[in-house]
């Protein structure tokens, strides 16, 4: 079956670092985003991106966020200058459709980010 | 924002037994949907509801979209041991991002 994968699995940084986070949707999907979850807390909404643009962006996706889809496959998360409170667990999310039966999204197993 | 409240936040239960656990919302949504979180892992899609009323089972799993839209439970009947894990609800208004509940941390006492 089909699914949502992302690398690395665990990324430590120094704060003030760049980071980009890869994730490769499903294949036929065209709606793609971004969760992350601090630890032991909920998951929360950062970013959708449709069409080559971002859809809708939470209050936690700030300048120093930015996501591409730079070919047909990749798509990526990058945060410009880490900080510390960006440690958290970052997952990527697709659906091939908006509305009716089958918009579900499918969620990739993560990629643990640590700020030091 | 939409906020999502999850009861009951864990649960210790004996194998076998049924669970139940709900998520209320002081906002409607349109869709409801029940994620399972294991440790070191993304939410896997349990089971999704589309509309006001709609009850839907998926094996041992049962969920309820709640008349009002508000709210939304989830049964899981005998449970096994590799029920362990976090519950997450999450709902949508429009199509595009999940709202998440607060989770509820599921434990199977030997």
């Known amino acids: 079956e089909p699914e949502v994968t992302q690398t690395p699995s665990h990324q430590v940084t120094q704060m003030g670092q760049e980071v980009i986070l890869r994730c490769v949707p499903i294949?036929?999907?065209?709606?793609f985003y971004w969760y992350r979850q601090i630890l032991g807390q909920k998951v929360e909404f950062l970013v959708s991106?449709?069409?080559?643009?971002?859809?809708?962006k939470s209050e936690i996706f700030d300048d120093q966020f930015s996501v591409e889809r730079p070919d047909g496959s990749n798509f990526t998360l990058k945060i410009r200058s880490t900080k510390l409170e960006d440690s958290a667990m970052y997952f990527c999310?697709?659906?091939?459709?908006?509305?009716?039966?089958?918009?579900?999204?499918?969620f990739g197993p993560g990629t643990r980010l640590t700020v030091l | 924002g939409q906020q999502l409240n999850q009861s009951p936040q864990s649960m210790f239960i004996q194998e076998g037994e049924d669970v139940s656990m709900n998520c209320t919302s002081s906002s409607i949504f349109n869709t409801w949907l029940w994620y399972k979180q294991d440790p070191g892992e993304g939410p896997v899609l349990l089971i999704a509801l589309y509309k006001a009323g709609e009850l839907t089972s998926n094996g041992r799993l049962t969920a309820q979209f709640g008349i009002t839209r508000k709210d939304s439970f989830l049964n899981i009947s005998a449970s096994i041991p590799s029920d362990v894990g976090i519950y997450f609800c999450a709902g949508r208004f429009g199509n595009e991002k999940l709202t998440f509940g607060t989770g509820t941390r599921l434990t199977i006492i030997p």
């Open positions: 294949s036929n999907h065209l709606y």
């Open positions: 999310a697709s659906k091939v459709i908006a509305g009716g039966p089958k918009d579900t999204q499918y």
């Open positions: 991106f449709y069409n080559n643009e971002i859809s809708e």
